[in-house]
């Protein structure tokens, strides 16, 4: 899930447009149609034409025989059959026979017999030693012959051109074709020039205002609205600079995105993109990694570069930690030299004596606290625009967004409905929802987007697929259900619990079984709330101790949860008497005590003390809720073991009414889990009263550990 994902096809018009028209700084021939410009087959081509052509050209014609010398005494010289004889560059001893000698049956390996050329010779030819014993020779065996007879024997100098200039071209051309061969091979898939000889140019993809390829703009951002505002402005110093900087302002030189992920940072900026028609120059941090050194801060000065040249323009960096990590204490740690270079070059062009007028850098991370700080000093990034997760309201416009696609969609779905069953997802979380119910529906064979796909959605984004063929033994399938009963059941009774949704024993990713509860989405969270929290937590070991007197290794999860939570408590929230209003977190996430704890044993002792009361009490409180409610519990347990999922509705039937009020405001809902089961193999009519209500309790926790 990323932030990709919100405005689907926006985005991927906005993606594949981007290398077709957008200019690239990395000497990549621009591929007009999407072929390769130059194309080294050609080359390759002409070559084989050349070679080819070089061995066949002599043939043309009748190409002379190659005899041995005393075949050409014996059999042509002395029987008179030789007309003249030409010797070639002193080498070769051409044999043109005469016309009407040609027929003789000697003569019919001769070229061309039969054909026009024939008798225009020379027929055959021989290589001789030197032109002295070739003369010494021809006197001898022509000594008897009257003078008439004698052969006549020319010299001539023959310039071979085509071999000439072929020896000349030759070896350059294969050279070439090598050499091209290899040079594609090393540009890879992206044509050719990529990689080796561009490695230290920026990889930075540009979006120019007249490509116009970014088709967002603050428009299609939903939810977002402070970081709009606060982004906003900064596309406004591009527009109108003389505005601010008139009253003496200076411009900031960047801002810094931050936020969990998949809450729309990247969409953010490229929304920016869109909207701010100055060109754009996307990088992720992870860009400037390459194995060789000193290339990082190659790519740093040459990403400048190319803006300043633009400039007014906008850089941005996706995921800046990947070079932005703070830089180690130890100067001689060495692992990180290159990172650090890299880094000290971003600072420099940020903020150093080149003046980058009208550049502003955007930078995102989900990641500020391990920043280098001398990033986030005035002059650099000035500016952090927080982006968080989206809000009730934020997430209803989101939805509305993404429930735009989906054709067809069930009358009672609605986004005020879904943003209720959605608290702490994300905007990518909340695209994928749509997205999931879309493709479920699709698996059962509706016509339509119904509630219960949502519903089974976001089941199962938060819990992950469900496993019905996990092999489970009665025995343990029972410690499962007085394990789910406890939570829910201590859930329930607790005033300042989350309200219970439902409770179901069918696994689903890592965990057998679970209760699922909606929280309130609320900012401050009171130690009653905690507390009561950590029983309901702890009401699943708890069910087991009391009805097994054994307990199972299947409560890890809520144990991690209990314990980070109690200690959170006390180390942090400053909710143990003990150990007063002191807090150890380190929002800075930059170790400042360099030597473990900033406190001494004593408290140590007292927060691992404190802790494990906390605990303890919470644990021995939610044993006193279940004792009880034991024969309540017994019923839930029953219940949960032939339903496999049972709902708020059952436990206020079993249980009563919750304290205070505070019971969920529940609809029945009439298909359980259970039944979505057979409704993948049969089409079952869904009725519209249809809900059920589903949240992560680890997302929960997560929050609240986050406030
Ligand atoms: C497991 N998971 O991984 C099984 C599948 C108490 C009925 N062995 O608290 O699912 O048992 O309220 C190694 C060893 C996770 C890895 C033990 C990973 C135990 C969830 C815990 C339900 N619901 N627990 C819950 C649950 C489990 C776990 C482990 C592991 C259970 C419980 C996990
Ligand atoms: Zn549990």
Redesign the pocket.
């Known amino acids: 899930m990323s932030e990709e994902n919100i405005n689907n096809d926006k985005n991927n018009k906005a993606e594949s447009d981007a290398p077709k028209g957008g200019i690239r700084f990395d000497n990549k021939p621009k591929t007009g149609d999407g072929k390769p410009k130059f194309n080294s087959s050609w080359i390759f081509g002409i070559l084989a034409i050349v070679l080819i052509g070089s061995m066949f050209f002599p043939s043309i014609g009748n190409t002379p025989v190659e005899i041995t010398r005393s075949r050409f005494e014996n059999e042509m010289l002395r029987s008179k059959d030789v007309e003249r004889v030409v010797v070639v560059n002193k080498e070769k001893a051409e044999i043109y026979i005469k016309a009407d000698k040609l027929s003789d049956p000697k003569y019919k390996d001769a070229p061309g017999k039969g054909s026009m050329t024939t008798g225009t010779g020379p027929q055959y030819f021989f290589t001789i030693g030197s032109i002295e014993a070739f003369d010494d020779r021809m006197d001898q065996a022509q000594a008897n012959f009257a003078p008439e007879d004698r052969v006549d024997v020319k010299y001539e100098k023959r310039e071979n051109y085509l071999e000439g200039i072929l020896s000349w071209l030759l070896f350059p051309l294969i050279l070439i074709a090598v050499w091209l061969f290899i040079f594609r091979r090393m540009a890879g898939p992206n044509g050719p020039g990529g990689q080796i000889f561009n490695i230290g140019k920026s990889r930075a993809k540009v979006f120019d205002k007249e490509g116009a390829q970014i088709k967002i703009d603050f428009k299609d951002v939903a939810g977002l609205e402070e970081a709009k505002i606060e982004i906003r402005e900064i596309v406004d110093f591009l527009k109108n600079p003389d505005k601010y900087t008139d009253l003496g302002g200076k411009i900031p030189k960047g801002a810094l995105l931050v936020g969990p992920p998949g809450t729309g940072k990247t969409l953010l900026a490229k929304a920016v993109a869109g909207e701010a028609h100055v060109p754009f120059f996307s990088m992720s941090g992870s860009d400037f990694v390459e194995m060789f050194v000193g290339v990082g801060a190659s790519r740093v000065r040459d990403l400048f570069k190319q803006a300043k040249e633009k400039s007014p323009c906008i850089i941005f960096i996706d995921e800046i930690d990947a070079i932005g990590r703070a830089r180690g204490k130890n100067p001689n740690m060495g692992a990180n030299d290159e990172r650090e270079n890299t880094l000290n070059q971003l600072l420099t062009e940020m903020d150093g004596f080149g003046t980058n007028s009208g550049v502003i850098i955007l930078a995102a991370t989900n990641r500020a606290d391990i920043l280098d700080r001398a990033l986030m000093r005035a002059g650099r990034f000035d500016r952090q625009i927080h982006v968080e997760l989206p809000d009730l309201n934020e997430r209803r416009d989101i939805f509305n967004v993404h429930l735009r696609p989906l054709k067809k969609l069930s009358a009672d779905v609605t986004a005020e409905y879904l943003a209720k069953q959605t608290p702490g997802f994300s905007g990518a979380d909340i695209a994928n929802v749509c997205n999931e119910a879309a493709l479920i529906a699709a698996r059962r064979d509706k016509k339509q987007v119904e509630k219960q796909d949502f519903l089974d959605a976001v089941d199962r984004i938060i819990g992950g697929l469900e496993k019905k063929n996990k092999i489970i033994s009665t025995d343990e399938k029972k410690?499962?259900a007085y394990?789910?009963a406890g939570?829910a059941l201590v859930s329930w009774v607790l005033e300042h619990a989350n309200p219970l949704i439902k409770v179901t024993i069918v696994?689903r990713g890592?965990?057998?079984?679970?209760?699922w509860y909606l929280p309130e989405e609320r900012q401050l969270t009171t130690t009653d709330q905690m507390l009561d929290e950590m029983c309901s937590v702890l009401g699943?070991r708890a069910a087991e101790e009391l009805f097994f007197g054994k307990v199972?290794?299947?409560?890890?999860?809520?144990l991690e949860k209990v314990t980070k939570q109690a200690y959170a408590m006390v180390s942090y929230f400053g909710m143990s008497e003990k150990i007063g209003n002191l807090s150890f977190y380190d929002s800075t996430g930059q170790n400042e005590y360099m030597f473990g704890k900033p406190y001494g044993d004593e408290t140590a002792r007292d927060i691992d003390r404190e802790t494990k009361r906390i605990i303890s009490e919470a644990y021995t409180r939610a044993k006193e809720v279940l004792t009880n409610y034991k024969s309540q519990h017994n019923k839930l347990a029953d219940l949960l073991l032939e339903r496999e999922v049972i709902f708020a509705e059952d436990l206020e039937k079993i249980v009563g009414p919750r304290p205070n009020g505070k019971t969920p405001d529940f609809t029945r809902a009439e298909t359980s889990d259970k039944k979505a089961d057979i409704e993948d193999a049969e089409i079952v009519n869904i009725s519209e009263t249809d809900i059920s209500i589903a949240v992560d309790t680890d997302k929960t926790e997560d929050n609240s550990n986050n406030n």
């Open positions: 410690t499962i394990h789910e939570h696994p890592q965990a057998l079984g679970a209760a699943g199972s290794t299947g409560a890890l999860n809520d």
